[in-house]
């Protein structure tokens, strides 16, 4: 079993910068991708960025340029650094692990952008 572990989010103005952070433990498979989905209510949950165990990134469109997702392989850990916010960037935010066997989501955290 893997288990995810989110820490971060919050509320933050518009243009504002926010952190999103998520440990992994437990049978973690050598090769994996870990990132970062989110959902807006009302919306399906959306890839926001992923990046595999050697470093290759994915990111949507709509955050290219100001999101800039991160892993420590020694620690488990993949984080996301969100900049530039907009009002349209609020959603739950949930990381992710995959390898060839399972899929595990963290239980959400929720980032608000709002004057």
């Known amino acids: 079993q893997v288990q995810l572990v989110e820490s971060g989010g919050g509320l933050v103005q518009p243009g504002g910068s926010l952190r999103l952070s998520c440990a992994a433990s437990?049978?973690?498979?050598?090769?994996?991708?870990m990132g970062w989905y989110r959902q807006a209510p009302g919306k399906e949950r959306e890839l926001v960025a992923t990046?595999?165990?050697?470093?290759?990134?994915n990111y949507a469109d709509s955050v290219k340029g100001r999101f800039t997702i991160s892993r420590d392989n020694a620690k488990n850990t993949v984080d996301l650094q969100m900049s530039s916010l907009k009002p349209e960037d609020t959603a739950v935010y949930y990381c992710?692990?995959?390898?060839?066997?399972?899929?595990?989501w963290g239980q959400g955290a929720q980032v608000t952008v709002s004057s």
């Open positions: 992710n692990y995959k390898d060839w066997a399972i899929q595990r």
């Open positions: 437990g049978s973690i498979f050598s090769i994996n991708t």
């Open positions: 990046i595999t165990r050697g470093g290759i990134t």
